[in-house]
């Protein structure tokens, strides 16, 4: 039963969707948003293309040291995959601090939890002037892809 049950945690391989989505992300990586504001940015991006996907807000914990990034935010696609630029920002860039797009299971084995809900946007975040001044216009650098464009 437990190796049964290890399998389960095994995450999916990255596709090359998925590895697309984190290369156009990663065009955003350096701009001065926080969190909740590069996740407004995604948000807004996979909204424009019809990707579906979730804003999520909550924490997220190393649980062999107990350090916890409260509140965070970050996007969830589909099947359990998670867009995060920010996490190593608050903990560290090191290789077992999860960084682009990975899956829910990967942050698992490697030992940092996910906690949170859905946080619905609405309002000014969304406008493109909005984000446009918050990433000093980087954000007309990313178009995401479908996955039927890759």
């Avoid at 996007?75 to 190593?88: A, C, F, K």
Wanted: charged residues 25%; glycine residues 8%; negative net charge.
């Amino acid at each position: 039963m437990g190796a049964a049950k290890k399998l389960n945690l095994l995450p999916p391989d990255k596709t090359r969707w998925h590895e697309w989505i984190e290369l156009e992300a990663l065009e955003l990586e350096q701009c001065e948003l926080e969190c909740n504001g590069l996740s407004w940015a995604f948000s807004h991006l996979l909204t424009k293309k019809g990707i579906p996907h979730e804003c999520m807000s909550g924490y997220v914990r190393r649980k062999l040291t107990g350090e916890a990034v409260v509140p965070h935010y970050w996007v969830e696609l589909e099947g359990g995959w998670i867009l995060d630029l920010r996490l190593q920002l608050w903990l560290g860039d090191h290789d077992f601090i999860p960084h682009g797009v990975f899956h829910r299971n990967e942050a698992l084995a490697l030992g940092v939890e996910y906690v949170g809900q859905a946080e619905p946007r609405t309002g000014v975040e969304y406008t493109e002037s909005f984000l446009d001044c918050l990433t000093y216009g980087m954000i007309h650098e990313v178009e995401f892809s479908r996955p039927d464009e890759v």
